[in-house]
């Protein structure tokens, strides 16, 4: 049988969302390739992509429901029918219902698929069933309530838009492994005279792409914008004009950066004043600055004030407006141009629901706690065993025999193997959906390139399915995905108004397309005027980083692996191979007080938990810094916990997001 290619897109966790080519024969996936035609990426795909058809014909895929027959987290299954995995789930959960309330059930899910419809299908069904409502700010929540409260909801610099800039600063974020398609703009920019910087908690290899790489101490982003600032003003450096014109608050913020000069930061920050004052003065002489801000400095108890203030900071110099100035990182185009209610059905909620965030999972499963405990799981496109913190105590509930756990999955993930019910579940290629981009301003529709094999069923016909186990009479679930897809299409009036003719065509004909640039003048708060003083902020300043953790001097921070995404491709083991083993870096300062060596066996620990490591020694980071990188597979750990297992259940001080680089632990010597 002759075979052809089909364009798709890439569904994961990504900012670039790339556009793909698919050769298929109408049924099989036999490669995979980049789409040259696609405005951004343009063809090239990162290792995990280029053989993604090895993902979808993995011989470990799961094809079947199935029904848990050992005990929780042993992995032992028996092969059943979808008539009565759905007749188990309809049944257990009309039972907790009548006894608890349908609140004692709760979704959990994030970003599996980055879809729209695969992503929020389940939110209809959910409020449908008046089921506990899942609050979904594992990732970057508390950068953008920063950036919200700031600039309203305008577009940041699409990274294009940096080919124009003469520095570009990266902070806080490591684009080889989570912005690759920026690389070869960054090369071609340096070639070209700009000069690239890099902040970071750990020099990772995107310190190879720079010029300078500059240290700091996690939390201590905020604090390092801020004196900048404060040089900016006291010599004269500060763009007064701007600043009168298109701000709204900055006299009340001015006199508090008097307590910011570089030398009262530096010991906070670990970055020298003299290394400060040259900062800001390289940032105030460039003709175009950009600041590229990944969402690590976020993710600490003071982060989302730390990001506003280094969002801050083209304002104080004037780059907005000018072409290349700005900041990148916080999404070009939000809210995005189509009504994703038609997806998640808020209407569809008869009455209020409590509200449970999904960094606290493991708080929120002890029963108690709530009233009404929670009785049920239902678990797709996450897996919280391995990428929700407090692990160690989240497991001991998810192996508890009270507990129902519904599992929509491709493979037995961690979370997979406690689950009473794992129901089959589909690749990005075998169902229908659109992908936004949130890391550039493209779009992109997909059809189903080939059928579902065997017994896979999409997340959404999941939940169609469920709803008819279940009555559900609400003709909403009646629709396909590809109704769905042609729905939001059709009745999204923001997105034909942006979109030319041509450029509508292409995108119903499964293309990448892409959207003008945010106009960056145009801030969208009430007033028109960059938000420096917002009533909803307890203060203008972050609050310092936090104090060590008693007991707990070194500060761990969770980074992330080029070769795998979170826990996705932990089944690839082309790519985990060339990952190695669950490793801690540790500056040399540190391993020498401690009697650890390089490639060593070491303990990483806390009141939490005990996680065993091979030690990196290494000055990539400061003193009192250790770093964890990559989501293991937990049978690939060396004790069946991982860097998770360190992380406490805190919130930021906006958006409810994680903090899980904000957590003191002790690392000792093993044996």
Known sequence: MSTYFTRSACPYDCPDTCGLLVETDGRTVFRVKGDPEHPVTKGFLCRKMQRYDLSINHPERILYPLQRVGRKGSGDFRRIGWEAALETIAGKWRRIIADHGPEAILPYSYS???????????????????????????????????????????????????????LIIIWGSDVT??????????QASRRQGAKILLIETCAGPTAELCDETILVRPGSDGALALAMMRVLLEEGLADKA???????????????????????VSEATGVPAATIRRLARMYAGAKAPAILLGSGASRHRNGAMNCRCVALLPAVVGAWGKPGGGIAGFGPLNPFPCDVTRITRPDLRKKPVRSINMNQLAAALDEASLQPPIKSLYV??????????????????????????????????????????????????????IYPCYGYCTLQAAPAVVPPPAECKSPWDAFRALAAALGFDEPHFQKSEQDLVDEILSNSPQLRETLAEQEYADLLAGRGISFPFAEHLRFATADGKIAVDDPELPSLLPGPPSPPDKGYPLRM?????????????????????????????IHSEDARARGIIDGGRVICFNELARVEYTAKVTDTVLPGTVVGHGVYRLDKTHNGLSTNALLRERLSDLGEATTLNDNGVEVEAGT
């Not at 795998?564 to 060339?578: G, I, Q």
């Open 112 to 166: 599996g698929p980055m879809s729209l419809v695969g992503r929020h299908g389940g939110m209809a069904f959910f409020n449908y069933l008046g089921a506990s409502n899942l609050v979904r700010t594992i990732c970057c929540s508390g950068k953008n309530a920063a950036w919200a409260s700031l600039m309203g909801a305008m577009g940041d610099l699409d990274p294009r838009e940096m080919a124009a800039s003469d």
């Open 177 to 186: 492994a989570t912005r690759l398609h920026l690389v070869p703009q960054l």
């Open 242 to 264: 701007f600043l009168a014109a298109h701000t709204r608050g900055w006299e009340k913020l001015e006199p508090e950066l008097g307590a910011h000069r570089p030398e009262a």
């Open 380 to 433: 797709y496109g996450s897996n919280p065993a391995a990428v929700a913190g407090n692990q160690k105590k989240l497991l001991e509930h998810l192996g508890r025999e009270d507990l129902f756990t519904v599992v929509h999955e491709r493979f037995m993930t961690d979370t997979a193997r406690f689950a009473d019910i794992v129901l089959p579940s589909t690749f990005s290629v075998e169902q229908a959906d």
């Open 557 to 585: 921070v969770a980074a992330p692996s080029p070769y795998t995404l979170n826990s996705t491709f932990n089944e690839r083991d082309d790519l985990t191979a060339k990952r190695g083993p669950l490793s801690l870096i």
